[in-house]
């Protein structure tokens, strides 16, 4: 599965941004799909993900109420909805996937990465 992600830019403080991972297999609707970050000299982290039909979402506590994922399976493409930015938000944005059956593990295909950056 290759993945290619966009939408990142500069944003204030308090602003949105919406982010777009476009999948080029066609049995995108058989994986899990999450967002990592990874910030400046910081471990990549979770943030969000959707399962296979985008009914369950899961989210890191960090993002929970201002982000949302979601999913178009008819489209290849997962989504990730930034609301009320800030500045701890900034970060190099992957999309992954996982065929593991969960959203915890198994993310075995990355996108490129969006470098999202939220100034004060």
């Known amino acids: 599965v290759q993945l290619q992600a966009s939408g990142g830019g500069l944003v204030q403080a308090g602003g949105s941004l919406r982010l777009s991972c476009a999948a080029s297999e066609r049995t995108f609707s058989n994986y899990y799909m999450g967002w990592f970050r990874q910030a400046p000299g910081k471990e990549r982290l979770f943030v969000a993900a959707?399962?296979?039909?985008?009914?369950?979402?899961y989210y890191a506590d960090s993002v929970k109420g201002r982000f949302t994922i979601s999913r178009d399976n008819a489209k290849n493409t997962v989504y990730l909805e930034m609301n009320s930015l800030k500045p701890e938000d900034t970060a190099v944005y992957y999309c992954?996937?996982?065929?593991?059956?969960?959203?915890?593990?198994?993310?075995?295909?990355w996108g490129q990465g969006t470098l999202v950056t939220v100034s004060s």
């Open positions: 992954a996937a996982s065929n593991s059956g969960t959203y915890y593990s198994g993310y075995s295909y």
């Open positions: 959707v399962n296979w039909s985008g009914r369950s979402t």
